[in-house]
């Protein structure tokens, strides 16, 4: 298959070497030049004749402009594959423009990190046609391990930001709960020990606990360096929030997991560390 890919950053370019292994890659980024992928001079070249394009960009108004440049350069019945994690009105915008010029658009975001791009891991959030799904699995089970069809175009994007609200909801009564057990006098490993079995159970204290030294390993157990960065998880946090406003959906606990990470991420030294360590603002908190 010969594919374009336009975006190849830190998810970006893992991604693009995986699909290179078995396939005919031509890339483009305004900054990145890994090795291993040849390079077109602009996105329209990149895209030119292939018979998938895939992007990998950092928010909806550069997902709306690349858009404009390809999807005239872009074959008929050529698919425009989305990995980006964007709003839900910039997917669908999009998917509708490539019905004008005779494409198929999916968008797809993904979950499961640097990490999960570079070993072929990751799970894929795909919403657009069923026949451009069944086209671009095989990619799909190149790039990650897991990819789920949840209907209509932008219905990737709406999975992908109502899963990383119930994350990001749930990492905060995660570090709220350590840090009151402390208070408490009762020990983390103790803690663990009982919340992780029982009625407190979720994916933050079992599989990601913010706690170091406590549960399997995480980033809390490497200072914080960022498996999850904490500005990443305020960005999906956003995407929530406007998604809320959009469909006049009541959210008040994403509404207030969005507020902490930004406090956070602006205000409480918390760009650059992983979204657990919110754990570290809790335990700093003093009672005025």
Same mark, same amino acid.
């Given at each position: 298959?010969k594919?374009?890919?336009?975006?190849?950053?830190?998810?970006?370019?893992?991604?693009?070497?995986?699909?290179?292994?078995?396939?005919?890659?031509?890339g483009?980024?305004t900054?990145?030049?890994?090795?291993?992928?040849?390079?077109?001079p602009?996105?329209?070249a990149?895209a030119?004749?292939?018979?998938?394009?895939?992007?990998?960009?950092p928010?909806?108004?550069?997902?709306?402009a690349?858009?404009?440049?390809?999807? *005239?350069?872009m074959?008929p019945?050529?698919i425009?594959?989305d990995?980006?994690?964007?709003?839900?009105?910039?997917?669908?915008?999009?998917?509708?423009?490539?019905?004008?010029?005779?494409?198929?658009?999916?968008?797809?975001? $993904?979950s499961?990190?640097?990490?999960g791009?570079?070993n072929?891991?990751?799970?894929?959030?795909?919403?657009?046609?069923?026949?451009?799904f069944?086209k671009?699995?095989?990619?799909?089970?190149? @790039?990650?391990?897991?990819? !789920?069809?949840?209907?209509?175009a932008?219905?990737?994007?709406?999975?992908?930001?109502?899963?990383?609200?119930?994350?990001? $909801?749930?990492?905060?009564?995660?570090?709220?709960?350590?840090?009151?057990?402390?208070?408490?006098?009762?020990?983390?490993?103790?803690?663990?020990? $009982?919340?992780?079995t029982?009625?407190?159970?979720?994916?933050?204290?079992n599989?990601?606990? *913010?706690?170091?030294?406590?549960? *399997?390993?995480?980033?809390?157990?490497?200072?914080?360096? *960022?498996?999850?960065?904490a500005?990443?998880?305020?960005k999906?946090?956003n995407?929530s929030? @406007?998604?809320?406003?959009?469909?006049?959906a009541?959210?008040?606990?994403?509404?207030a997991?969005?507020?902490?990470?930004?406090?956070? !991420?602006?205000?409480?030294?918390?760009?650059?560390?992983?979204f657990?360590? @919110?754990l570290?603002?809790?335990?700093?908190?003093?009672?005025?």
């Amino acid at each position: 298959m010969k594919i374009g890919f336009i975006g190849l950053g830190n998810m970006g370019a893992p991604m693009a070497i995986n699909l290179a292994k078995d396939h005919d890659i031509t890339g483009f980024d305004t900054i990145a030049q890994p090795d291993g992928i040849a390079m077109a001079p602009n996105a329209a070249a990149a895209a030119k004749d292939a018979d998938v394009v895939i992007t990998m960009l950092p928010n909806g108004d550069i997902l709306r402009a690349v858009a404009d440049e390809i999807h *005239p350069a872009m074959k008929p019945g050529a698919i425009h594959l989305d990995c980006s994690t964007v709003d839900v009105q910039s997917a669908r915008a999009v998917a509708t423009q490539a019905e004008t010029h005779r494409l198929a658009a999916i968008d797809a975001p $993904v979950s499961g990190g640097i990490g999960g791009a570079t070993n072929g891991t990751l799970t894929f959030m795909a919403g657009g046609p069923d026949a451009a799904f069944a086209k671009v699995k095989p990619l799909f089970d190149i @790039m990650g391990q897991k990819a !789920v069809h949840c209907g209509a175009a932008g219905n990737g994007q709406a999975a992908k930001i109502c899963n990383n609200m119930i994350l990001g $909801v749930t990492m905060i009564a995660t570090c709220e709960a350590f840090v009151l057990a402390d208070k408490l006098g009762l020990d983390r490993r103790a803690m663990f020990d $009982v919340v992780s079995t029982s009625s407190g159970y979720s994916w933050t204290m079992n599989a990601y606990c *913010p706690a170091p030294g406590v549960g *399997p390993q995480s980033p809390a157990d490497n200072n914080y360096q *960022p498996g999850f960065a904490a500005e990443l998880m305020l960005k999906d946090l956003n995407l929530s929030q @406007m998604a809320a406003e959009a469909a006049d959906a009541d959210t008040p606990m994403g509404q207030a997991a969005t507020a902490l990470y930004q406090q956070f !991420v602006e205000s409480e030294d918390g760009k650059g560390k992983d979204f657990s360590a @919110m754990l570290l603002r809790f335990e700093s908190r003093r009672r005025g």
